[in-house]
């Protein structure tokens, strides 16, 4: 009886439910800059209310206690605020979407880049596993590559090398699961990994559980992070292409970032820890993003 108590107090009939959902992740656990200070002054505020946005859709998906179905109603109540500014409670992770309307209308910024976000974790609400790569590929483009999008449009940068902002943002999200693998299968039971190579390899998706990665999983991730090596390849024109000076120097930054939390995760297994970015990782990102911007 406790727990139905408790189940109803957490959640009622409306969109958006009672209580605020956090997964608990913060910008600490970001492996990548976000709104660092190589972006422009004035439109940092801007980037931290996208950035806000995505973190509260992103916590409602990833919720352990809300229902597949409470987590579709809430994502919905989200978009209702955001694009056509419906009444909703004055509560601090609904007012990100009041905050974020407001920037996209001020900077003439697409919805969409919001919108494509909503999509990608309304999926992670109803869906927990990917039978092939080319369906992760799918997911990144709605889950990552509008990131990348709003970026490129905020400062007015050319829409011809979103395709290399693109690999970029997908190198991003794969690096991501690779390295919570084992934490989203554990809490969420869900799994990014394609089942398909999975099978190709004789490997039973409950071998992510393990502490230790067997030989044929480990062939699985280094299969994929050859595949990341190629889109880190490809997203070098995003850094030559971009007009801002800021911005490339921010992109060039995380281009690097990518390529060692590759290398680490090549060297490192993420089931026995979190594969993560270092200290001198980011020293030497930044020393590197220098010939970028003379």
């Not at 972006?39 to 990833?62: C, E, G, M, T, W």
Request: hydrophobic fraction near 40%.
């Amino acid at each position: 009886m406790s727990s139905m108590k408790n189940h109803v107090d957490m959640y009622d009939s409306s969109i958006w439910g009672k209580k605020d959902v956090s997964s608990g992740k913060g910008v600490k656990d970001e492996n990548f800059p976000v709104g660092s200070l190589l972006i422009s002054k004035h439109l940092r505020p801007h980037v931290q209310a996208y950035y806000n946005f995505a973190r509260v859709i992103d916590d409602i998906a990833d919720s352990e206690i809300l229902t597949s179905e409470e987590k579709v109603f809430r994502l919905d109540g989200m978009q209702a605020v955001l694009c056509d500014n419906i009444p909703a409670p004055d509560r601090a992770d609904i007012m990100t979407a009041r905050f974020l309307r407001n920037s996209l209308i001020e900077t003439c910024v697409s919805f969409e880049t919001a919108t494509d976000l909503l999509i990608a974790f309304r999926q992670d609400a109803v869906k927990n596993r990917y039978e092939t790569f080319a369906e992760l590929l799918d997911y990144c483009r709605y889950s990552a590559n509008p990131v990348g999008h709003y970026l490129l449009d905020l400062h007015k940068e050319n829409a011809l090398i979103k395709p290399a902002s693109d690999a970029l943002c997908t190198s991003l999200q794969i690096l991501n699961h690779l390295q919570d693998c084992k934490t989203d299968l554990i809490k969420l039971n869900r799994c990014y990994i394609p089942l398909d190579m999975l099978r190709a390899e004789y490997v039973e998706i409950d071998a992510i559980r393990d502490i230790g990665t067997v030989s044929g999983l480990r062939n699985v991730f280094n299969y994929i992070l050859d595949y990341v090596d190629d889109l880190n390849l490809e997203a070098e024109r995003l850094v030559q292409q971009i007009v801002n000076r800021r911005l490339k120097m921010e992109s060039s930054i995380i281009l690097s970032l990518a390529r060692f939390l590759t290398d680490h995760l090549r060297k490192e297994d993420p089931l026995a820890t979190r594969v993560k970015l270092n200290y001198k990782d980011a020293l030497k990102a930044m020393f590197y993003s220098f010939p970028h911007i003379l």
